[in-house]
């Protein structure tokens, strides 16, 4: 299984991103799909997750609760974090991770396969 994260960019603050992640591999299948973190010297942080069957369930971090939104397209086997109202306190490497089989959707170690990451700046 290969993730590629897209979408990152610089954005003033109060502006909006779109992330996609992209996966690939004979007969992709997870449990969920998550968004993480990671600033310099800080510990990768959970952002959002979506189950990939049934009915998308979402999770979020309190960060980002009411301004990102998770979603998903299983016919193109990508998932999309749609980021508003962005802060300077977004600014990070954002990584989108495959979670096949744990149901611990916030935990980082549960997670199979990730992304290279892409940054996202946004500017005060």
């Known amino acids: 299984v290969q993730l590629q994260a897209s979408g990152g960019g610089l954005v003033q603050a109060g502006g909006s991103l779109r992330l996609s992640c992209a996966a690939s591999?004979?007969?992709?299948?997870?449990?969920?799909m998550g968004w993480f973190r990671q600033v310099p010297g800080k510990e990768r942080e959970f952002v959002a997750a979506i189950t990939w069957h049934g009915d998308s369930s979402t999770y979020y971090a309190d960060s980002v609760k009411g301004r990102f939104t998770i979603s998903r397209d299983n016919a193109k086997n990508t998932v999309y974090l749609q980021m508003n109202s962005l802060k300077p306190e977004d600014t990070a490497v954002y990584y989108c991770?495959?979670?096949?089989?744990?149901?611990?959707?916030?935990?980082?170690?549960?997670?199979?396969?990730w992304g290279q990451g892409t940054q996202v700046t946004v500017s005060s």
């Open positions: 991770a495959a979670n096949v089989d744990s149901s611990w959707y916030s935990e980082l170690h549960e997670y199979d396969y």
């Open positions: 591999g004979r007969r992709f299948s997870t449990y969920y």
